[in-house]
């Protein structure tokens, strides 16, 4: 006979047990979580588990909501449990959530390694090497476990194998250091670290692995346009004084527009929309159209 798990009184677990549940586990293996967090108060009162929870137990949702202590979930986490809860797809823990087991556990029950060679260090090492990181760790001596742990930055920045490991690899160890995010090692871990790899060291110190090939060589940058004398030209200083206002005048009017959200443009001075205007069609070769700002005194509105 299991002995009878004594709960405090104000929680969910002495109110089941008052309602004739021997325990947590007791109730329906459905709703098995949602009682072990409403034991702890860590469940949301509008959890979409709850008022099926409450039918279940043939109470009124508001019988269970005090139990509920944890912040109100927003809308997408709502719909989400609901979407969960129609497909049952409902995570039940580890203990009562079994999933199939797909191709990729079938490959790993046969002994087979899951490829380790993603991820940009992991890359760097085969390029570096020219072969997979299973057959770099093999050469240099290292693990698979710590090879993975390398690959994944789960190292920390100062630990030791990363120094013999770049010289084998002809890098600069701030290469390697810059992947690695984990926690640095105190003067007593390097040491205990140094005494347990010192072999392996040995071996990665006197590893030369050469690159198969250079890296290839980025392509150069577009050069910008520049003057005889090779400097940076800048095509506004070709303009007249006033051209080179008014475009600039435009610019910083359409960006203020731009940042406040608003579909037109503020009104401009007709001089500089004129001053534009003939530049843009001058640089477009339109000369047979006529723009002028005398136009309104070309023509008598009398005629």
């Known amino acids: 006979m299991p002995a009878v798990v004594q709960f405090a009184p104000d929680t969910f677990g002495a109110w089941l047990q008052r309602r004739g549940f021997e325990n947590l586990k007791a109730v329906p293996a459905l709703y098995r979580t949602a009682a072990q967090r409403l034991n702890t108060g860590d469940i949301a009162p509008n959890s979409p588990i709850l ?19 944890a912040a109100p979930l927003d809308a997408r986490w709502v719909q989400k449990i609901e979407t969960q809860l129609a497909k049952g797809t409902l995570p ?30 992991a890359k760097l090492l085969v390029e570096r090497s020219g072969m997979p990181v299973s057959a770099l760790a093999e ?7 710590t090879m993975g742990r390398l690959c994944a930055g789960q190292l920390a920045g100062n630990h030791p194998l990363l120094a013999p490991l770049a010289k084998a690899l002809k890098l600069d160890v701030k290469v390697l250091t810059k992947y690695m995010h984990g926690p ?14 010192r072999p392996r060291l040995k071996k990665v110190a006197a590893a030369t ?6 890296p290839r060589a980025a392509k150069p940058a577009k050069a910008k346009p520049t003057t005889a004398a090779g400097k940076r030209y800048n095509k506004l200083r070709g303009m007249s004084l006033p051209l080179r206002e008014a475009t600039r005048a435009m610019i910083a009017t359409l960006n203020v527009a731009i940042m406040r959200g608003e579909t037109h443009m503020p009104p401009l001075p007709l ?33």
């Open 51 to 69: 008022p099926r929870f409450a039918n279940e137990l043939g109470v009124s949702l508001e019988t269970l909501q005090p139990f509920a202590k």
């Open 92 to 121: 039940r823990g580890s203990k009562t959530h079994h999933r199939k087991a797909g191709p990729k556990a079938e490959v790993r029950a046969k002994g087979h390694r899951r490829s380790n060679n993603a991820g940009p260090l």
């Open 139 to 145: 050469k240099l001596g290292i693990s698979h476990a």
């Open 184 to 197: 640095r090692l105190n003067p007593q871990a390097i040491k205990a670290t140094l005494s347990k790899l």
């Open 209 to 214: 692995v050469e690159a198969p090939h250079e």
């Open 271 to 303: 001089r500089d929309l004129y001053l534009l205007l003939v530049d843009y069609l001058d640089t477009k070769g339109v000369h047979d159209v006529l723009v002028d700002p005398n136009f309104a005194t070309l023509f008598d509105p009398r005629s």
